[in-house]
């Protein structure tokens, strides 16, 4: 039965409060057959779910089945549009197209489109108390009440605010998404929320409720204690539809009849943490306004750069339940949470009126077992809660957020219990996509760790950690983490978005922030670009990632002039057009090949530069040609070339030595393809022999951590690459995972060999950088990789490590699941792929004793599968293993059998030798 399902508009399911003009379609084919292709499709628009009258009815004769633009007439403010889909598939043996029903109804529901749509005006208040030790402002609340005549249809609210904020609708809050309105660059663009209602407004009377903080727009940002980076004024914009049964409507705006309430938040930074008097919640609760009236003002901001919301909003996750509450050596009272996580500690108590209780966040405990939160610098992390002593009071904070595993507990009553405390996890809500899992559970712990990273890195923008007075978006750290990120969560929305801002903080010259947005501008001296090579390469390769994984290419479009702009900058930059080797250059930052507590490797850091420029290069080449813009696809080409050849004379000497002799100097070489030919297997050879040289451990940093073992595997030494990721002694992803880490830590070291720290300064228990290594499990030990962008042709390879007896990776891409399960019993091998509809994949059995017996088994599993003459799909016509022909399947390697399918389900049994495999 052929079926249409998994609708998606614009990467989400039923999205409200749309931007884009023209939305893309993605569908998903359901069918029992094997081998089918989507042959045309059928589109149908309409402003109600009946379809009548339609307002686009879309035939194409296209295999696209995800993003598909809409072209119909123009989309308008707030309405909803209904869309169903139909399609007509051909699988293995049909004679012709089968036709599927419609599929179920999506819809997706426009924003404010037009600045002209607004009515509200943006409020705010007259005079704001200041935090005598902070120096923060206090959040506001601002309340308005009006009064609903007639039967509701439908009731949406559109907000947002300079800062963060919060509302509630007649005592409820107003929907799932926390930290809104997100973090763009507000010079450029403030997001809106669009929130259905619907069923919260009551008849008669109503009262809706904003508070609103001071967050990344002016509160505090980078460990130089600077706020006010956007402005000093917080306001609210709220505009509220009612659109009632009999065809009236009617607009609550934010406006001057608005007026300030009482608010229990004392203060909330986001680094710094949020006092709270309960005793003042009463008030509001009451709907008390001030004892003296106080109207909003409102405030001069411009409408002109709202935009609808672009990603995935912030929303609760997870709860945690904590493992333990301590008393440490110190005589402090400690709760552990089991996971270093990101967001809050919600907590229930029953304490006298006035009661102070204060919770200090801290990720790790020291030697003796006693709370430590230095590494956690000036980010004071602590929630002070003043109590009502009203029974029962349950409380989480508002416009912060802590990264943390313990938290030390003070003025707490006697009888407090674990059972009070939950941790809850917040982070952008991207689905969760990917699934990797082996027969090995410390290697499992090290999925975990690099899933956990994600989740406390990823609130909105991607930081570089969750915790101390940074939590900024280092714009290496993404690009480093970018791949595996889009493994685990489906993260094009988020990127897009982030993007956004990149492209806008670019400086003239094309310079990449160090940070995006770019909250460090004037911390650095006047004649610097505060940019450097595999930060600024951000620009290029995140939107390249995004392109690959999910086929996204308007992606490349949003983003080209972008990427041109920082390949053209890099190319003004060095002593001759070919190199970079001029500037400031963190290089292979963090790496232990130089000497002890410093912070930069020691790779010459021009060689980095250069090495990226190439790939930087290469990528804008590529993107000039998929978006038909020659000329630049020419230039680029030839830059790339020339870079090349720059590189090879200027880093390998006459005997074809790289002048760093480090892996990553090798590592980058290799996998940027900056190696001569007649050098290659010598560059190889010498990773090998440092990698040897360093006891079979690796000690690079940023730059050559990502590729190392996809470097390895990818020359033939797919054992060392195994060798360096399961060591369990220092420097290793497992020593972490040995010491208790339940996220990604910012050093090799940042707990070291005798159980002390890495100093101070900069020591985050809490950075994916390193769980950038997810990207090879995935593509290695799973064997999932993509072929052609979005997956629609996949190659599924695995190449099982000798220490494994299975391992099951899962990949929900855009056309449906990618998966692979291999498992190895008495040295035999069972395998199931799954590829799904639309797509191909070219699979790769590894260690086949008997190649010969195999073929025959393969050959066997199609059959009856004939397809009529002219009917082969396109892409595997021809082609080893298409069905109803010959079947031949490559001998790749020499124990190794290649082939491509068409999508479906397909086990493979046969006798495996790992020696064959050549990995021991
Ligand atoms: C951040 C890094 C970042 C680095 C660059 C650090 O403070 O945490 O991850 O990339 O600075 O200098």
């Known amino acids: 039965m052929l079926k249409v399902k998994a609708l998606i508009c614009e990467h989400v399911n039923n999205p409200i409060g749309l931007g884009c003009l023209k939305p893309r379609l993605s569908w998903q084919i359901e069918s029992d057959n094997i081998y089918v292709f989507q042959k045309r499709f059928q589109l149908q628009v309409a402003i109600n779910p009946a379809f009548e009258p339609l307002l686009w009815n879309h035939f194409s004769y296209s295999e696209q089945s995800i993003l598909f633009p809409y072209e119909g007439p123009p989309l308008e403010s707030g309405q909803r549009y209904y869309y169903r889909v139909k399609v007509w598939a051909q699988g293995a043996g049909d004679t012709e197209p089968e036709e599927s029903e419609w599929s179920e109804i999506g819809f997706w529901e426009m924003g404010l489109l037009h600045e002209q749509d607004w009515k509200a005006q943006w409020i705010t208040v007259q005079e704001r108390s200041i935090h005598e030790k902070f120096q923060t402002r206090a959040p506001f609340a601002a309340s308005k009440c009006f009064s609903v005549e007639g039967k509701v249809k439908k009731a949406v609210i559109y907000a947002t605010s300079l800062g963060l904020y919060e509302l509630e609708l007649n005592g409820q809050r107003v929907g799932d998404a926390y930290f809104t309105p997100g973090w763009t660059d507000y010079n450029d663009r403030v997001q809106v929320q669009a929130y259905d209602v619907t069923s919260t407004v009551r008849e008669q009377h109503n009262r809706i409720t904003a508070t609103v903080g001071e967050g990344w727009y002016s509160g505090y940002l980078g460990w130089q204690k600077r706020k006010d980076t956007y402005g000093n004024t917080n306001a609210l914009l709220f505009q509220m539809k009612i659109s009632y049964e009999d065809g009236r409507s009617e607009l609550i705006c934010s406006d001057s009849s608005w007026e300030e309430t009482s608010c229990a938040i004392l203060m909330s930074d986001i680094y710094n943490g949020e006092i709270y008097d309960a005793r003042l919640e009463q008030q509001a609760a009451e709907h008390r306004f001030l004892n003296e009236r106080k109207m909003m003002q409102v405030a001069p901001f411009p409408l002109s750069h709202l935009v609808a919301q672009e ?225 600024g390469d951000a620009a290029v390769i995140c939107p390249w990632t995004i392109y690959q994984c999910y086929g996204d290419k308007q ?79 020419n230039t680029y080409q030839s830059l790339h070339e020339g870079i090349r050849s720059a590189f090879a004379n200027r880093y390998f000497d006459d005997a074809g030595k790289l002048t760093s002799n480090t892996q990553t100097a090798q590592v980058v070489a290799l996998h940027f393809g900056l ?66 880490a ?23 228990f809490n950075h994916y950088s390193y769980g950038s290594v997810g990207d090879f499990m995935y593509q290695n030990i799973a064997g999932i990789d993509v072929l052609e962008a979005g997956y629609k042709k996949s190659r599924l390879a695995p190449k099982p490590p000798v220490n494994l007896t299975s391992a099951h990776g899962k990949l929900e891409t855009p056309y449906g699941e990618v998966a692979v399960h291999w498992e190895i019993v008495n040295e035999e091998m069972r395998m199931t792929v799954h590829v799904p509809h639309n797509t191909t994949a070219e699979i790769t059995l590894p ?19 004939q397809y009529p003459p002219g009917n082969v799909p396109q892409e595997l016509a021809g082609k080893s293993g298409s069905p109803g022909e010959q079947a031949i399947f490559e001998l790749s390697g020499d124990h190794e059998l290649t082939f491509t399918v068409g999508s479906g389900q397909y086990t493979f049994q046969y006798k495996y030798n790992q020696r064959l495999n050549n990995i021991d």
């Open 311 to 535: 990603n995935e909003p912030v929303r609760v996750m997870n709860r945690l339940k904590p493992v333990e509450l301590i008393w440490t050596p110190k005589g402090e009272l400690v709760l552990n949470l089991g996971q270093n996580m990101v967001g809050w500690l919600e907590f229930k108590v029953e304490a006298p009126e006035g009661t102070v209780l204060n919770l200090v966040h801290g990720e790790v405990l020291d030697q003796q077992g006693n709370f430590y939160r230095d590494n956690i610098r000036d980010a004071a992390q602590q929630i002070t809660y003043i109590c009502s002593g009203k029974g029962t009071e349950i409380f989480r904070p508002h416009f912060t957020f802590q990264g943390f595993q313990y938290v030390k507990l003070e003025g707490f009553p006697a009888g407090v219990a674990i059972e009070d405390f939950t941790g809850v996890v917040l982070h952008s809500d991207m689905a969760t996509i990917g699934l990797f899992e082996t027969s090995d559970p410390k290697l499992n712990q090290l999925q975990h760790n690099i899933v956990w990273g994600q989740k406390g890195n990823f609130l909105d923008v991607p930081t570089d950690c969750p915790q101390r007075d940074e939590r900024l978006g280092w714009t290496g750290d993404a690009q480093i983490f970018a791949r595996t990120a889009s493994f685990n969560m489906n993260s094009a929305s988020f990127f897009r978005k982030w993007l956004k801002d990149l492209a806008y903080n670019q400086l003239e010259n094309g310079a990449v922030p160090f940070v995006v947005p770019d909250v460090l501008k004037g911390t650095f001296a006047d004649n610097m670009d505060q940019t450097t090579a595999a930060w």
């Open 555 to 633: 992606i490349l479009a949003q983003q080209y002039d972008s990427m041109k702009a920082w390949v053209d900058y890099i190319r003004a930059q060095g002593t001759e057009e070919h190199l970079w080797d001029t500037g400031l250059q963190l290089g292979d930052w963090l790496a232990l090949d130089s000497e002890e507590g410093s912070y930069f490797g020691a790779t010459d850091g021009t060689l980095v530069a250069t090495a990226y420029f190439a790939y930087s290069t290469h990528i804008l080449a590529q993107t000039a040609k998929l978006l038909n813009r020659y000329t630049d696809y």
């Open 675 to 740: 190696v001569p030919e007649k050098y290659k297997k010598q560059v190889v050879q010498e990773l090998v022999r440092l990698i040897e040289k360093n006891d079979m451990h690796l000690d690079t940093g940023f730059v050559g951590t990502p590729y190392l073992c996809l470097v390895l595997s990818d020359n033939g030494y797919t054992d060392i690459a195994y060798k360096i990721l399961f060591q369990k002694d220092y420097p290793s992803w497992l020593y972490q995972v040995e010491r208790g």
């Open 742 to 764: 339940t996220t990604m830590w910012e050093h090799w070291d940042s707990i070291k060999v005798d159980g002390s720290f890495w100093s101070t300064d900069m020591n985050s």
């Open 847 to 865: 260690g086949v004793l008997e190649p010969d017996a195999l073929q025959q088994t393969i050959t066997k599993q199609y059959p009856s599968i």
